[in-house]
Every structure is written in C-alpha cells, then in structure tokens.
C-alpha cells in the first residue's frame, strides 16, 4: 500500500509539472482565430484555427480588403475600399466596435511593431493614411507612389514597406517620423512583401514581372531577383526562421516553395485560381491562403507540403490574418 501510495503522490507530481504546459498549448491552439475579408458579400468570415470551422461571418463596409491584427490579438483592422473606412473588430467578442474615416480606396494595412499606429494604404488617392490606434483619428498622410497596393512593417518597429503596383517601387517610410526616405525601383507590379525576422531583407512579390526580389535594408537596395516558376505572385511568407518562403500565385493558382535566401524553388503546391493572400499559424505549421475564385481558403500544411483543408468563405475573399486571442 505505501509503495502505491508513493506511486500515485509520483504521478500527481508530473500531471503538476506537464498539465499547465499540455493545457496551456491546447489553449493557445484553440484561440486562435482566422479571418478572411470578402470582397463581394461585403464581410469577414471568421474560422476557428483549431477545428477549421466557421465561427461567424461578419458585416463590415463595401468591399473590405486589407485585414490586419494588433499585437495584442485583441482588436482586427479591415480596411472597407468602396467605403473609405476602417473597421474596428472585437477578435472575442467578434463585434465591430468602431468605423471610422481611413482615406480614399483604403486597401492594404499594416500595423507598426508596437501597435500604437497603424498606416492604411489608399490605393486611389495615391497616399498612406496614418492612424493612432487608441483614438482612431488620422494623424497624417504620406504620398506614395502611383497605385499602392500593401504595407507592411519590419519586426525591428523601424521600417514601414508600400509596394506600388504602376510606378513599381516600393516606398520605404521611417516610422519615427513617418517620412519616405527611399523609393526603390523594383520589377513590374510589386504587390506582396515581407520583412525576414531579423529586418535586415524584405522579399517582395512582383506579379507582372513573374519575380521575387530580394532588397538588402541596410543599403535598401535590390540585391537579388529570380523567377518564381509560377504566374502572377502576390504574396508571400517567411516561416519563422526565414529559411523559406511561401509564394501565392493567382494565375497559375499555386503556392511555390523557394529557399528564401537562394530563392531556389523546393516544393509546388497547387491551391487553385486566384490564390492570393496569405497567413501563417503562429508555430509555422499552417499556412493559408484566400482561393478568389472557389470562395474559400485552402489551409496547407508546411511539414508536407500539402492542402490538408478547405474552408467556405463569403464571395471574393481576398484578404487573411490570424489573431492569437487572449
């Protein structure tokens, strides 16, 4: 009897030491949340990362496109283009708690490390709307080239990145000041960007011209450019590393595995038309990817390679974000 008195006092002692750490994983898996913008049912579908179900699907304004997070994971941005306005989602609740005024045709956003600002692309007004997250007001406008598309922001909190789809460059704001202080000339139809984790490269997508740049952000300078092998990209992700990079095509409806820094081509993995834009699970093993023509979003796992689901979304979808919910 006391040996097994020893063995269960044992027991309890490792379930002690493991289940804050098995529950706490399951948790974090489980607050995850997914959210994709339609473009023509005029909503944000809201999926459970964890089940891949739908939870909710959310009405915002007409013709919602960019979509972004704040660090915190508590608050979902949507920019609404034939709106001209921004929408303020709960990520808990998934009410719209705010909308407010975000420039002309606001397309593509991003929020500054840190979370205090956040710069919406208007991609008519040819500007970059600057936005103070705990009051929403506009703080500034930054001109940015002939049709900008995206931004996005540099771990590091320095660097705001504008791609722009007709003069094909990319604007580099400094966020201290939040000033352009280089425009660099990039191959046709700059569209997706993304930093590396330790903001020394930003990889950009240009879909006209079939290519990946690389820019060196200390020279800030275009070191490095290579065909994807697929048609039209438009997106692209780093894992966490920044050892490889997940590249959307529309037109050849793929996502293309390149080594991210040969950019040497490792995996092909069909998705469907209009694959365009893209966001990865916070342990890297998910990747998904909004399909515009099949209404859905295929979620692909990174270990295989391979469209492991799909899931329904509204008409159009054209933007992706994930929150990790408190």
């Known amino acids: ?13 490792v379930f002690a030491v493991l289940a804050p750490l098995v529950l706490g994983h399951a948790h974090a898996g489980a607050e995850v949340r997914v959210f994709v913008t339609n473009e023509k ?27 972004a997070v704040s660090p915190d994971g508590r608050r979902v941005y949507v920019t609404n283009s034939n709106s001209d306005s921004l929408s303020v989602i709960d990520a808990r609740s998934l009410a719209v708690v705010a909308t407010v005024p975000a420039g002309i045709d606001p397309e593509g956003l991003t929020v500054a490390a840190g979370g205090a600002t956040l ?13 103070d997250t705990a009051s929403l007001a506009i703080t500034k406008k930054i001109d940015a080239g002939k049709e900008p598309e995206t931004a996005v ?24 000041g939040s000033t352009v202080i280089k425009r660099i000339a990039v191959p046709k139809n700059p569209r997706g960007m993304r930093f590396t984790a330790d903001s020394r490269r930003l990889l950009v997508a240009s879909e006209q ?19 994807t092998g697929g048609r039209r990209p438009v997106d692209i992700q780093l894992t966490r590393d920044s050892g490889r990079a997940y590249v959307s095509h529309g037109q050849s409806g793929d996502v293309r595995v390149l080594d991210a820094v040969s950019l040497a081509l490792l995996a092909t993995i069909p998705v469907g038309p209009r694959a365009w834009w893209t966001a990865l ?4 093993r998910l990747l998904y990817v909004t399909v515009g023509r099949a209404n859905e979003v295929a979620v692909i796992d990174t270990e295989t390679n391979t469209v492991v689901a799909r899931v329904p979304c509204g008409t159009l979808p054209w933007g992706v974000a994930l929150a990790d919910v408190p």
């Open 281 to 284: 699970t916070p342990d890297g």
């Open 209 to 227: 011209a079939h290519v990946v740049s690389v820019i060196d952000v200390a020279t800030l300078a275009v070191v490095q450019s290579s065909p």
């Open 41 to 67: 049912s005029n909503d944000v579908t809201v999926i459970d990362a964890a089940t891949r179900a739908v939870i909710k699907t959310v009405p915002v304004g007409q013709r919602p496109r960019g979509v």
């Open 119 to 131: 710069y919406v692309v208007n991609e008519n007004e040819l500007m970059v709307t600057v936005l």
């Open 1 to 13: 009897m006391r040996g097994l008195r020893r063995a269960r006092l044992a027991a309890l002692a």
């Open 153 to 176: 922001a540099s771990p590091d909190g320095r660097w705001i990145a504008v791609s722009n789809e007709t003069s094909d460059d990319i604007h580099v704001i400094e966020t201290a």
